[in-house]
């Protein structure tokens, strides 16, 4: 389904909010030029991409570039992209006594992470699926309307953690 909301077609209907996210990210990083310091680009760009996967799987600006508020979902993704990573290297990590202390040592920031885009989710099921050019408005007509009674089991939540851990 994603492939759908990343097509030539959609992503240049997408591309003047990923324009305008590009435009931030260049603003921000000449404003750390002034000095003579040289710049670390990784929180940025991580920072930048957290932002335009926000606005094209849901229509929602998460601002962290210019707002702390929502950085936090950096440091979940972080985490669980982390675990995910050692159990494929290691599947023999993945005994219980050895994965329930490691996946504790991730789980706040992944659930709150996680509670954050159920939220963001909600959200976008109130508004009409056509207001603004996201993953949900490209799928939704391609999803079972009683998927939406638990967002945690439908398809549009495991798209988004998708394009979530891949942005």
Same mark, same amino acid.
């Given at each position: 389904?994603?492939?759908?909301?990343?097509?030539?077609?959609? +992503?240049?209907?997408?591309?003047?909010? +990923?324009?305008?996210?590009?435009?931030?990210? @260049?603003?921000?990083?000449?404003?750390?030029?002034?000095?003579?310091?040289?710049?670390?680009?990784? *929180?940025?760009?991580?920072?930048?991409? /957290?932002?335009?996967? *926000?606005? @094209?799987?849901?229509?929602?600006?998460?601002?962290?570039?210019?707002?702390?508020?929502?950085?936090? @979902? /950096?440091? *979940?993704?972080?985490?669980?992209?982390?675990?995910?990573?050692?159990? +494929?290297?290691?599947?023999?990590?993945?005994?219980?006594?050895?994965?329930?202390?490691?996946?504790?040592?991730?789980?706040?920031?992944?659930?709150?992470?996680?509670?954050?885009?159920?939220?963001?989710?909600?959200?976008?099921?109130?508004?009409?699926?056509?207001?603004?050019?996201?993953?949900?408005?490209?799928?939704?007509?391609?999803?079972?309307?009683?998927?939406?009674?638990?967002?945690?089991?439908?398809?549009?939540?495991?798209?988004?953690?998708?394009?979530?851990?891949?942005?």
């Amino acid at each position: 389904m994603v492939g759908a909301a990343i097509n030539d077609r959609s +992503m240049q209907k997408f591309e003047p909010t +990923m324009t305008k996210e590009i435009n931030v990210f @260049l603003q921000q990083l000449l404003l750390s030029c002034r000095d003579s310091k040289t710049v670390n680009m990784t *929180g940025r760009l991580k920072r930048l991409g /957290i932002d335009i996967v *926000g606005h @094209l799987a849901y229509g929602h600006p998460h601002n962290t570039q210019t707002d702390k508020r929502f950085r936090f @979902l /950096i440091g *979940g993704l972080r985490a669980a992209n982390y675990h995910h990573n050692v159990m +494929m290297q290691f599947p023999s990590l993945s005994q219980p006594w050895i994965i329930y202390p490691l996946k504790l040592l991730s789980l706040r920031q992944q659930q709150k992470g996680l509670a954050k885009l159920e939220k963001l989710i909600q959200q976008r099921l109130s508004q009409d699926r056509h207001s603004q050019h996201d993953l949900y408005s490209v799928v939704a007509q391609e999803i079972e309307p009683q998927e939406f009674t638990d967002i945690r089991l439908s398809e549009i939540w495991t798209e988004a953690i998708f394009l979530y851990a891949a942005g």
